[in-house]
């Protein structure tokens, strides 16, 4: 019997994308996540929203005497054909203040129990574990990827160059980028000259 990994959902969606994020300067300060980059993930990872996944059961209760908004719901997300997985939603939020009402409240509300509930699978765990409070980490994924930027551009060599390329991929940097693409557009004009 083969062992399940446990964790391959959860590794799969916990590496957040920095350009989807923003600092919020409020309650000590915080990273928040793009909603829309969410439902995009969850998407990619499930299928489009109704047919892989979704939120159902939404029920919000008001409590007048502090203006507080309840929210619960289900969210839902299938793995497989045949099964279908359920994850509680719970959030609050006030929706008047001072004679004021937020007449967003319910779009709030619902945006962060689905925040809630999907990091509970694991979406965008680096967030919530506080490595985007560690500027390195952050930095870090802000690089550029120069593995698969130079094993693409290597896909036009003949196969003993794409070897020679590939071998010295841990050797590519920032400093050395720009000529090691060059030197594979040399290698690619130097085949078509040929022929």
């Given at each position: 019997?083969?062992?399940?990994?446990?964790?391959?959902?959860?590794?799969?969606?916990?590496?957040?994308?920095?350009?989807?994020?923003?600092?919020?300067?409020?309650?000590?300060?915080?990273?928040?996540?793009?909603?829309?980059?969410?439902?995009?993930?969850?998407?990619?990872?499930?299928?489009?929203?109704?047919?892989?996944?979704?939120?159902?059961?939404?029920?919000?209760?008001?409590?007048?005497?502090?203006?507080?908004?309840?929210?619960?719901?289900?969210?839902?997300?299938?793995?497989?054909?045949?099964?279908?997985?359920?994850?509680?939603?719970?959030?609050?939020?006030?929706?008047?203040?001072?004679?004021?009402?937020?007449?967003?409240?319910?779009?709030?509300?619902?945006?962060?129990?689905?925040?809630?509930?999907?990091?509970?699978?694991?979406?965008?765990?680096?967030?919530f574990?506080?490595?985007?409070?560690?500027?390195?980490y952050?930095?870090?994924?802000?690089?550029?990827?120069?593995?698969?930027?130079?094993?693409?551009?290597?896909?036009?060599?003949?196969?003993?160059?794409?070897?020679?390329?590939?071998?010295?991929?841990?050797?590519?940097?920032?400093?050395?980028?720009?000529?090691?693409l060059?030197?594979?557009?040399?290698?690619?004009?130097?085949?078509?000259?040929?022929?």
């Amino acid at each position: 019997m083969a062992k399940q990994d446990n964790m391959e959902l959860w590794n799969s969606v916990e590496v957040t994308d920095p350009k989807y994020t923003k600092k919020v300067n409020q309650r000590g300060g915080f990273t928040a996540i793009g909603a829309q980059y969410q439902l995009m993930r969850a998407t990619e990872t499930f299928g489009p929203m109704g047919l892989g996944w979704g939120v159902e059961d939404e029920n919000i209760e008001r409590w007048e005497d502090v203006g507080l908004a309840v929210y619960t719901a289900n969210l839902w997300y299938k793995e497989d054909k045949d099964a279908k997985y359920t994850i509680p939603l719970h959030s609050a939020i006030k929706y008047h203040s001072n004679g004021r009402v937020d007449d967003d409240f319910f779009k709030k509300v619902a945006t962060d129990a689905l925040t809630k509930g999907l990091s509970k699978l694991g979406f965008n765990a680096d967030v919530f574990m506080g490595k985007f409070d560690d500027n390195k980490y952050v930095n870090k994924l802000k690089e550029p990827d120069y593995k698969t930027i130079v094993t693409k551009a290597s896909e036009g060599l003949n196969d003993e160059d794409k070897k020679s390329v590939l071998s010295n991929l841990d050797k590519v940097n920032s400093l050395n980028l720009k000529a090691v693409l060059k030197r594979i557009d040399d290698m690619i004009a130097s085949y078509e000259k040929k022929s």
